[in-house]
């Protein structure tokens, strides 16, 4: 009888780029999938995120059930992009050419890059700032120091990022429940909490900037999953994603909103400072800095990978390749981390308030494609894709995906009047009391439109259909 080789580990510096990835070199299990995204989501930006609903006039309490709520509808739509890794073996942005065309699914990477920029150059400021009170040095060397290390993570690949947040989950759990109970321990917590009635705009807005968080890891989430064996259960991966980012930022948010009930904008104005300060002891202090820099260096290390994936997926849409050299994928993790690096030293404190807002502004982008790229795979071409079409621009899939392409620009116009940014504030948002629901609109009108149009124009495969070295040769077994 025949038998398929069994999938043995990864090279420990990883070489897949934008290929599939054979069955060989599936490994692990979805557990890995939990502690990455929780160990992800346990850091200090997500504290900052839920101290914002606060900050914008949500009573702490009303906040944390209201992102509470976000994280889980957007951790929802999150998931089930993970979900597909096992079964196609890409990364997120290259399974997407099969709605919108090899060419097509250029058009929103350009927008996925700079928002993947925009988030590693505010993360490596807030790591510089733990990493130079750390070493004593300044700021501007604990941002290089961080960038350098971004560096050796995201080159090294897939195994070492999840080594890094399954470190990142146990100092998280440590270094955070400390931080709470430092909380409770120095101030009146509940003194500030339930003081103040339920307000629909707020609430809304709280709701938004949890789902809006997690909605962010959909164009490279399944990056992380796309190793496990091809067998893995669609719904073990779902679920394990879901819990440990939804866990994960729940925790974090719960603790910025508690901590901006009881500072006001001390935190707001000085995170790193504050969470020192909260921790005590300078011995103390020294540890929960270091928390901060692992915490961040996980997701710095996705937003570096995952922009590296994007840049690669756009320039392969022209030349045709489905690989690249180990030394070429190095070069261009060193390209995209140098740059946010260099924005993160040249910037001023108020471009980079400036500059996040127009990255919370590029959110609108990702709903849309989220709703067209789930649409079509669960619903549409039912878990059914021409992988080897994926990088012929004459294949199934075609250059360009004019349902795909007219619905998403359809998606993103129709969420300007529902906006509550700081650069711009839509109509309608202003006869709601200006909540956000942009998002909301943008996942079901997108949906709406691009679901009975593709169903009369998409050409699925009638089963997945992978390149020939995806699956390792058969072996015969000795009696």
């Not at 505010?122 to 290089?144: D, E, K, M, N």
């Not at 621009?393 to 529902?418: C, D, E, H, K, M």
Request: net charge positive; charged share 10%; hydrophobic share 50%.
């Amino acid at each position: 009888m025949k038998q398929q080789a069994p999938p043995g580990p990864a090279p420990a510096v990883e070489r897949r780029t934008i290929d599939v990835i054979p069955d060989a070199e599936r490994h692990g299990s979805p557990r890995s999938q939990f502690t990455l995204w929780f160990g992800a989501n346990m850091q200090i930006t997500a504290i900052v995120d839920g101290a914002l609903a606060v900050v914008f006039g949500a009573d702490a309490l009303w906040a944390i059930v209201a992102l509470l709520i976000g994280n889980v509808l957007g951790g929802i739509v999150m998931a089930l992009h993970s979900a597909q890794g096992p079964r196609l073996g890409l990364p997120q942005m290259i399974s997407s050419r099969a709605q919108f065309g090899v060419l097509g699914a250029v058009l929103p990477l350009v927008l996925v890059v700079l928002m993947y920029l925009g988030f590693a150059a505010t993360g490596s400021v807030l790591a510089g700032q733990a990493l130079a009170r750390i070493l004593h040095v300044p700021a501007t060397a604990g941002i290089l120091i961080f960038g350098a290390l971004t560096v050796v993570v995201a080159v090294t690949g897939y195994r070492l990022i999840h080594t890094v947040g399954r470190i990142a989950t146990v100092m998280g759990l440590l270094g955070l429940g400390y931080l709470l109970i430092a909380l409770f321990t120095k101030y009146d917590v509940g003194s500030v909490v339930g003081v103040k009635g339920f307000d629909a705009p707020t609430f809304l807005l709280a709701v938004g900037l949890g789902a809006g968080w997690q909605l962010t890891f959909g164009p490279y989430v399944a990056d992380y999953s796309r190793y496990l064996p091809r067998e893995t259960s669609e719904r073990s991966t779902f679920w394990s994603t879901l819990a440990g980012s939804v866990i994960g930022s729940q925790w974090a948010m719960t603790l910025g909103a508690l901590i901006a009930a009881v500072s006001g904008d001390a935190f707001v104005g000085d995170q790193v400072g504050f969470v020192g300060e909260l921790a005590g002891p300078a011995a103390v202090a020294l540890l929960i800095y270091l928390v901060i820099v692992v915490g961040k260096l996980t997701v710095n290390t996705l937003n570096a990978y995952g922009g590296f994936m994007c840049v690669l997926t756009t320039v392969t849409a022209f030349s045709g390749r489905s690989r690249i050299s180990q030394a070429a994928r190095a070069w261009y993790i060193v390209g995209f981390t140098a740059v946010s690096v260099v924005v993160a030293v040249a910037a001023s404190t108020d471009f980079l308030a400036n500059f996040k807002n127009f990255v919370l502004l590029l959110l609108m982008v990702f709903t849309p494609w989220s709703a067209i790229n789930l649409t079509d795979y669960y619903l549409v071409s039912k878990e059914r894709v021409d992988i080897p079409a994926l990088y012929d621009p004459a294949g199934r899939y075609r250059r360009w995906n004019v349902t795909a392409l007219v619905s998403y620009a359809f998606g993103v116009l129709i969420q300007i009047p529902f906006l509550a940014q700081a650069l711009y504030t839509g109509p309608i948002t202003e006869l709601l009391g200006g909540a956000d629901i942009s998002w909301i609109v943008g996942l079901a009108a997108t949906a709406a439109l691009y679901y009975p149009w593709a169903r009369r124009t998409a050409n699925p495969p009638a089963a997945m259909v992978y390149p020939s070295e995806a699956t390792p040769p058969m072996r015969r077994l000795s009696s």
